[in-house]
């Protein structure tokens, strides 16, 4: 019989994709040994609004240009073929059943991990997955995160994996709230760099990058529109 296919499951609103979402997925990927991440954009969260999200195809296809480099990485769209809020646990069961020969970990942040036990079904899913975070090299939070994780019914502590967290310098809400300074600002633009120092522009509500235009604004974008201009953007991070 084939040796399983170790998977690593990457979710979030990836509302835009940035370098610190990479790097946290390079870093579990080498770390853990994993055959392959799939990055599975939320559709729709259980605990709070999706009315800022860029649309569904804005979100997969920056995904598409942030991991096109990196043969390991892969998106699916799953949540967006399932119905009601994006539990996990719900996510995880179709998963099993596309991927029926794979062990699945399951990678969240620490402040996710300090409340894992509010999760829908949590129970069910650590029976799904090895159950993965990180903590800054700061040995209050490690204490913290083992301390919780020692505690949590229905964790086997024998598939826990706590990594040491790669320092991250950018954030999503960050690149936002960039987009909502410069909107309605002619003229006013925020350069975005990737590692690559590839360009991308935050503008007038959006992101340009790989000859696109991506918007943050629902109202104003429902289908992405072409731009001339080529910005070879591969991944999407921010840059003073």
Same mark, same amino acid.
């Given at each position: ?29 080498? $770390?853990? *040994?994993?055959? +392959? ?5 939320? /559709? !729709?969260?259980?605990?709070?609004? &999706? ?85 800054? $090299?700061? *040995?209050?939070? +490690? ?5 919780? /994780? !020692?505690?949590?019914?229905?964790? &086997? ?84």
């Amino acid at each position: 019989m084939a040796d399983k296919q170790k998977i690593g499951v990457f979710g979030g609103a990836f509302n835009p994709v940035h370098n610190g979402h990479i790097n946290l997925a390079l870093h579990y990927l080498n $770390e853990l *040994e994993l055959d +392959k991440i799939l990055f599975i954009p939320t /559709a !729709s969260p259980p605990h709070k609004s &999706d009315d800022d999200f860029a649309p569904k195809e804005d979100r997969i296809n920056m995904l598409s240009l942030a991991i096109s480099s990196f043969d390991k990485f892969e998106i699916s769209d799953i949540e967006f073929k399932l119905t009601g809020k994006s539990y996990t646990y719900l996510t995880l069961s179709e998963l099993k059943k596309i991927y029926k020969n794979a062990e699945f970990y399951l990678i969240i942040g620490a402040d996710q991990m300090l409340h894992f036990d509010k999760w829908y079904k949590y129970k069910e899913i650590l029976s799904l997955v090895t159950l993965c975070t990180s903590a800054r $090299e700061n *040995e209050k939070e +490690k204490a913290e995160i083992l301390s919780f /994780a !020692s505690r949590l019914d229905g964790l &086997d502590m024998n598939k826990f994996k706590l990594l040491t967290s790669p320092v991250l310098k950018v954030s999503s809400s960050e690149i936002r709230q960039k987009i909502k300074d410069g909107c309605g600002n002619t003229g006013q633009r925020y350069r975005i760099l990737d590692m690559r120092s590839e360009a991308a522009d935050v503008e007038d509500g959006g992101i340009e990058a790989g000859n696109q235009r991506f918007c943050f604004r629902q109202q104003h974008c429902s289908r992405l529109r072409e731009f001339h201009h080529h910005a070879r953007s591969r991944f999407i991070s921010l840059s003073n």
